[in-house]
């Protein structure tokens, strides 16, 4: 493998995980700097707040060019926080850019992602559309043949242990995670057993604050039709090497780590748990 471009939103642009001057590391940094070898290369195009259309118009092109030899893609979270959010319509949509990447000749990542309603308003809502999003995801991953990270079935992050405190993001240790189920999927580690973790409650008081601080904002961007990502440009916009702010300050606290994805070849049998179980902006 010489190559690695992650497309995404905020999951993949590492928001969550800050190194000292500002900007973001996360699990795709975590997974290139143990992918590299001396050549290795790797872009990361991913914009917080991106959503589905704007990573299929912005990023696969720009990921097509480069001629990489592994592709993520983990994008239609943003989407599924929306009003009016349809993955019927996205289904095929979301087809033709898999197969563009993969008629690119390169081997792609895709992600099952974890359960957000287990801390985040509206349950009812938003649990059937995270189940459609990832139906959707194991369809096409099957049929193109691509590998398949099932970060749905590590009930770890059903906790609030790997998440920022916005409840949206992953932490430090939660892009270290991330990085090791991508890692066990690729063939680039061992899987450890899967942690069992209970689910940890909020008190109420917890709660209001966190609608205070995180939500209220969230919401209104929503009404004004602004994004966490305007003005905001890749953070590694070429194929380059170097790793050295990667290295491995999240992995301090890796007890918890463990990675359950697997690849799934077109004409097999669905990966993961069908009908189950986003990353946020």
Same mark, same amino acid.
């Given at each position: 493998?010489?190559?690695?471009?992650?497309?995404?939103?905020?999951?993949?642009?590492?928001?969550?995980?800050?190194? +000292?001057?500002?900007?973001?590391? !996360?699990?795709?940094?975590?997974?290139?700097?143990?992918?590299?070898?001396?050549?290795?290369?790797?872009?990361?195009?991913?914009?917080?707040?991106?959503?589905?259309?704007?990573?299929?118009?912005?990023?696969?092109?720009?990921?097509?060019?480069?001629? +990489?030899?592994?592709?993520?893609?983990?994008?239609?979270?943003?989407?599924?926080?929306?009003?009016?959010?349809?993955?019927?319509?996205?289904?095929?949509?979301?087809?033709?850019?898999?197969?563009?990447?993969?008629?690119?000749?390169?081997?792609?990542?895709?992600?099952?992602?974890?359960?957000?309603?287990?801390?985040?308003?509206?349950?009812?809502?938003?649990?059937?559309?995270?189940?459609?999003?990832?139906?959707?995801?194991?369809?096409?991953?099957?049929?193109?043949?691509?590998?398949?990270?099932?970060?749905?079935?590590?009930?770890?992050?059903?906790?609030?242990?790997?998440?920022?405190?916005?409840?949206?993001?992953?932490?430090?240790?939660?892009?270290?995670?991330?990085?090791?189920?991508?890692?066990?999927?690729?063939?680039?580690?061992?899987?450890?057993?899967?942690?069992?973790?209970?689910?940890?409650?909020?008190?109420?008081?917890?709660?209001?604050?966190?609608?205070?601080?995180?939500?209220?904002?969230?919401?209104?961007?929503?009404? *004004? !039709?602004?994004?966490? @990502?305007?003005?905001?440009?890749?953070?590694?916009?070429?194929?380059?090497? @170097?790793?050295?702010?990667?290295?491995?300050?999240?992995?301090?606290?890796?007890?918890?780590? *463990?990675?359950?994805?697997?690849? *799934?070849?077109?004409?097999? !049998?669905?990966?993961?748990?069908?009908?189950?179980?986003? +990353?946020?902006?």
């Amino acid at each position: 493998m010489t190559s690695f471009v992650a497309l995404g939103d905020s999951f993949t642009e590492g928001v969550g995980d800050p190194l +000292p001057d500002g900007t973001f590391r !996360g699990w795709a940094d975590l997974v290139a700097a143990d992918l590299s070898s001396p050549g290795f290369g790797y872009a990361n195009l991913a914009v917080r707040g991106r959503r589905f259309d704007d990573v299929a118009a912005e990023q696969v092109e720009a990921a097509v060019a480069m001629s +990489p030899s592994l592709i993520s893609v983990a994008a239609g979270g943003n989407d599924a926080l929306r009003r009016g959010f349809d993955v019927a319509a996205m289904h095929d949509r979301f087809d033709r850019v898999v197969g563009r990447l993969r008629a690119s000749g390169a081997d792609v990542v895709l992600f099952r992602f974890p359960d957000m309603s287990v801390r985040l308003p509206l349950p009812r809502v938003l649990r059937p559309r995270i189940i459609a999003m990832n139906d959707l995801v194991t369809e096409v991953a099957e049929r193109r043949g691509t590998y398949l990270v099932d970060l749905f079935g590590d009930r770890a992050f059903d906790g609030h242990e790997l998440w920022s405190e916005d409840r949206l993001h992953l932490n430090p240790l939660g892009h270290r995670r991330v990085a090791d189920h991508v890692l066990a999927t690729l063939g680039r580690a061992a899987t450890p057993p899967p942690a069992d973790l209970p689910r940890s409650r909020t008190a109420l008081l917890a709660d209001l604050r966190w609608a205070a601080t995180y939500l209220t904002p969230w919401l209104r961007r929503r009404l *004004t !039709g602004r994004s966490s @990502g305007d003005g905001i440009l890749p953070k590694r916009p070429v194929l380059t090497g @170097g790793f050295e702010h990667v290295r491995d300050r999240a992995g301090e606290q890796g007890d918890l780590v *463990t990675g359950l994805g697997r690849r *799934t070849p077109a004409g097999l !049998g669905p990966a993961g748990r069908p009908g189950e179980g986003l +990353p946020g902006e």
